[in-house]
């Protein structure tokens, strides 16, 4: 049996692999949390919220500082203003119609800050009208910035509800109706006039009296009546006589072009005096502190109306109001003055009243608000700033111990600026926090 030849065939060519995606490389849930990273200004904040621009800041507080709510900011004062202010520019350049109020009790504003703090934004971002000229053209659109800026120097309890209730009446438009009463009271006057006043006519002048007792008795009758008439009776002007009008039945002819003219609908319209959006107290405890020494039950109502008033106003009118608070750090008493306060005290007051604990997360940090009981009951939102050590080393030597106290600041040792929500009504974000630093221009940058 003859044997079957088949050919032999070469191998096809191995062929080269299709590419791929690099997205097919990650699965879905790491793929979602970077796109929520990259898209958490649109995705987690409201349209109307204040932001810093730094993001781990922006991350911690997230829609904390948003329209119609009072947050408190507490901290020492130049972290605090430093914070405040980076608030004010975002809000002056978010709402370009927009005014800020700030009531100030200290006297100490920044216009100087925060006109560096605009100039430094606008140079940021391109987009903006300013930049077409230049430098000179952002130091013009920064300058008309701060005109939006309206300062009230209050220096009691007093002016903080009386600039507050101006405030008020702005936004509820009372102004406007005052100067409309003061109109009509006047249209009023001139619609019940008598009607011989407005005629024409002649009316017959009474002869005033003198009310005042001569200064002589030794004047003649003749001569007071002379000095009646001459000091008291002002000589009436002389009347034209009313021509009367022929009746015409036809129609009034229309007004000629310059009587249109003269007419004030044609006058041009008033500038709008731009809406207020932000609300700023520096600060409400420099005011409330002398009352709360006095009468403590008293300043407590006074307060208590005051911030139900401005809390209705912040919600009703959409606000960004701000409340600056400072901290004080309670001084641990010495073992000696503990003794002697405790002997002095009787067995059935032995018990003293402790001051509250510190509300923030970091151990180092004790710092404590003024003002804590008010600010947890009608604030929102409540902000703490503090200046900690950076590093594990700079804070051993911050903290150094000498004779059980604290150390204060140190050559080399870095200090960083932390915020964190201590406390949140509604938002549950109590015990976030951020870290930043003070940057070249005077505002905040991330580490």
Not at 38 to 43: Q, R, V
Not at 228 to 241: C, I, Q, V
Not at 297 to 325: D, G, K
Not at 355 to 377: C, E, W
């Amino acid at each position: 049996m003859a044997a079957v030849h088949t050919p032999h065939t070469p191998p096809a060519p191995p062929r080269a692999g299709e590419p791929h995606l690099a997205s097919s490389l990650l699965g879905p849930s790491p793929l979602e949390s970077i796109l929520d990273a990259l898209t958490l200004d649109d995705a987690h904040m409201p349209p109307e919220t204040l932001r810093t621009y730094v993001p781990s800041l922006d991350a911690a507080l997230c829609a904390t500082f948003q329209g119609g709510s009072v947050v408190a900011l507490s901290a020492e004062s130049s972290v605090r203003d430093l914070v405040a202010r980076t608030l004010l520019v975002d809000a002056l350049l978010r709402y370009p119609a927009s005014a800020i109020a700030v009531i100030d009790t200290a006297g100490n504003f920044d216009v100087v800050g925060l006109y560096r703090m605009v100039v430094a934004r606008l140079q940021m971002e391109p987009e903006n009208a300013g930049m077409r000229g230049g430098a000179s053209g952002v130091q013009e659109v920064a300058a008309k910035t701060l005109d939006r800026v309206k300062i009230l120097r209050v220096f009691d309890f007093v002016g903080m509800r009386e600039a507050v209730g101006e405030l008020r009446g702005e936004l509820e438009g009372r102004g406007a109706r005052g100067e409309c009463g003061a109109l009509g009271e006047q249209e009023m006057a001139l619609e019940n006039a008598p009607a011989a006043e407005v005629v024409g006519e002649e009316v017959p002048s009474r002869r005033l009296e003198r009310t005042e007792v001569a200064d002589s008795e030794d004047e003649e009758e003749g001569l007071e009546d002379s000095d009646d008439e001459m000091l008291f009776d002002a000589p009436a002007p002389p009347t034209a006589p009313s021509v009367p009008q022929p009746a015409s039945n036809h129609a009034s002819s229309p007004p000629t072009p310059s009587t249109q003219q003269s007419t004030p609908s044609s006058a041009p319209a008033p500038a709008t005096a731009p809406v207020l959006k932000m609300i700023l107290i520096d600060n409400l405890a420099h005011v409330l502190t002398p009352l709360l020494k006095q009468d403590t039950t008293s300043a407590n109502t006074l307060a208590t109306t005051f911030l139900v008033t401005l809390s209705n106003l912040t919600q009703t009118h959409a606000l960004h109001t701000i409340l600056l608070n400072p901290c004080t750090t309670p001084r641990a008493p010495s073992p000696s003055r503990k003794a002697a306060d405790t002997a002095a005290l009787g067995p059935q007051q032995a018990y003293r009243l402790q001051p509250p604990p510190p509300p923030s997360v970091f151990s180092s940090n004790k710092a404590v608000p003024a003002l804590l009981g008010l600010m947890s009951r009608y604030a929102d939102a409540h902000v703490l700033v503090g200046m900690l050590p950076r590093r594990k080393m700079d804070a051993r030597v911050y903290y150094a111990d000498t004779g059980g106290r604290e150390r204060g600041k140190r050559r080399g040792v870095e200090m960083v600026g932390v915020v964190e929500v201590v406390a949140d009504r509604w938002g549950g974000r109590v015990g976030a926090w951020g870290a930043f630093k003070e940057g070249k221009d005077g505002g905040i940058e991330g580490l």
